[in-house]
Structure formats: structure tokens, C-alpha cells
């Protein structure tokens, strides 16, 4: 299934509350997006259907090994490209992130490598 934007959200959302939280419910996805109950419902339902995440009888989401290697790379998209728009553009980083959270989902991986290379040596020079 090719996951798009907003499903890779989710996925991201899902990550960052767990790490946060310890646990998610579809109701903490709701308010952490000002999303509506019935949206993220079905959002949950069809990331469950594709093989991304469980839910447990109480309501707790899990990953899937699938839907937890997705998580972690849109999140280390995320981060590595706001870096990169802070260190080589001087953005603030309010704005490097929400810029990061747009070009995460359609940047090439070839871009992607050389742009985690770039910070990776900027890293280095500190």
C-alpha cells in the first residue's frame, strides 16, 4: 500500500505520543490534532487494515513491526530535514519544522541521503 501524507502523519503522531505517553489511544491522536473522534477513527481503521498498527480490546494502539519502521522513518525525515533547513538556511526553527513536516513525505531518498550526510558532517564540525 503507498502510504500517503496523512497517513504517515498519523504513523508520526502515533510515535511521538507513545515516546511522550507510553501509550495511545485514538482519542490522544484526536486532541494531539485537533482532529475530529470520526476522522482519526477511520484514519485508525485504515492503518490498521493495511497492516500498520493493532488495537488492543481496550482501545491501546500498537505497531506492527511494518508500521513502527514507517514511524521511526518519517520521524528521522522529519528531524533531519528541519535540521538541515536550520543549519544551511538559518530558518528559525518554527518554521524548519513545519517545513520539515511537508517535505518529509515527498522527498527522494537519493535527496534525502545527501541532505543526512550534510548534517551529519555539520555535526561534526561543532
Not at 484526536?30 to 484514519?43: G, I, M, Q, W, Y
Not at 515527498?106 to 534525502?112: A, L, M, N, R, V
Amino acid at each position: 500500500m503507498n502510504l500517503h501524507e496523512s497517513g504517515e502523519n498519523y504513523l508520526e503522531t502515533i510515535l511521538l505520543l507513545k515516546r511522550q505517553k507510553g501509550e495511545v489511544r485514538s482519542i490522544d491522536i484526536a486532541n494531539e490534532l485537533d482532529f475530529s473522534k470520526p476522522s482519526v477513527s477511520r484514519a485508525v481503521g485504515i492503518l490498521r487494515e493495511n497492516g500498520y498498527i493493532t488495537m488492543e480490546d481496550n482501545g491501546l494502539i500498537e505497531f506492527t513491526e511494518k508500521g513502527r519502521e514507517r514511524a521511526e522513518g518519517v520521524y528521522e525525515r522529519h528531524r533531519i530535514i528541519g535540521s538541515f533547513l536550520e543549519l544551511s538556511l538559518g530558518l528559525d526553527p518554527a518554521v524548519a519544522d513545519t517545513d520539515a513536516c511537508r517535505i518529509e513525505h515527498i522527498i527522494s531518498p537519493e535527496t534525502f541521503e545527501r541532505i543526512k550526510k550534510y548534517v551529519a558532517n555539520q555535526g561534526d564540525k561543532s
